[in-house]
């Protein structure tokens, strides 16, 4: 795959700035660069644009940028948030024999981050890495019940409602008929939507600000799914998610 020079040039810019050298002049990094002066301006206007770069007004050097401690956020996030998850998915896995996971929302599907295996159903679709559709999956619709409508509107602009399944949502009336559901009863679920077989409850996981920032699922064969089975998952799900949650400083209420 062929390297994009600008782009490599950029980040090689980033890179030269660390703890001891926090502010750089145009020729300094024109040097180590062994660029031209004209290039580097005009890379750097670019990166100041996106504020990847910053310009000190007293001496006219340049720093790193404030949306570069906004990305790092989000990945300490997401490393904290699989820190602070993975001993609640283990005990809740212990604890129904059942396998449990951790998925973030990634533009228009879901990336899961965790998983913990049960002894009780293999689920074979599913692995850390691997993105599922959000129209199929319970995860999915758990993380996007809380977007406005017109968040999801521009979500689901173009989207494709292809399913793996006979059971697979369809159409977008179907999938927004499922988001009400999730956002009155405080949960997810799909009925072999995703997986032949294969029955999914999820629940969201928020942060700080109350954002949803990842859901958790536990999956179980459809065939021993009833009504008892149902109401006690869904309320062990809501224990432990609501546990992560104040973790990551929520301050969860019961409703």
């Known amino acids: 795959m062929p390297i994009i020079q600008s782009v490599e040039r950029a980040l090689k810019i980033l890179d030269l700035f660390d703890e001891r050298q926090r502010e750089l002049t ?5 040097k180590r660069m062994n660029l ?12 100041q644009e996106h504020h990847y770069i910053s310009q000190v007004e007293e001496n006219g050097k340049y720093s790193l940028g404030l949306k570069l401690l906004e990305r790092g956020s989000v990945v300490v996030t997401h490393l ?3 820190n602070v998850a993975r001993k609640h998915l283990e005990w809740l896995s212990a604890t129904t024999n059942l396998t449990l996971h951790l998925v973030i929302l990634d533009g228009q599907e879901g990336v899961y981050v965790d998983k913990v ?7 074979l679709y599913s692995r850390i890495g691997r993105r ?5 999956s319970a995860v999915g619709k758990s993380l996007v019940a809380s977007k406005t409508d017109s968040e999801l509107d521009l979500l689901l602009d173009g989207y ?6 006979e059971r697979s949502i369809r159409s977008k009336e179907q999938f927004l008929a499922e988001i009400e559901k999730a956002r009155i009863n405080g949960y997810s679920m799909d009925n072999e939507e995703n997986e032949p077989g294969i029955f999914c409850l999820a629940v969201p996981i928020r942060d700080y600000s109350g954002k949803v920032i990842a859901a958790m ?6 065939s021993k799914v009833n009504e008892k089975s149902h109401e006690y998952y869904v309320r062990l799900l809501k224990e432990c ?3 992560i949650s104040q973790e990551l400083g929520y301050e969860y209420q019961k409703i």
């Open 36 to 47: 031209h002066k004209s290039t580097v301006h005009s890379l750097l206007k670019t990166l």
């Open 132 to 136: 599922v559709p959000i129209h199929t």
């Open 241 to 243: 998610s609501s546990k």
């Open 26 to 30: 145009i020729t300094e990094i024109s």
């Open 217 to 222: 699922s536990v999956s179980m064969p459809a």
């Open 160 to 165: 494709d409602y292809t399913g793996p399944t």
């Open 117 to 123: 295996e049960g002894t009780g159903v293999t689920v």
């Open 80 to 82: 904290d948030l699989r």
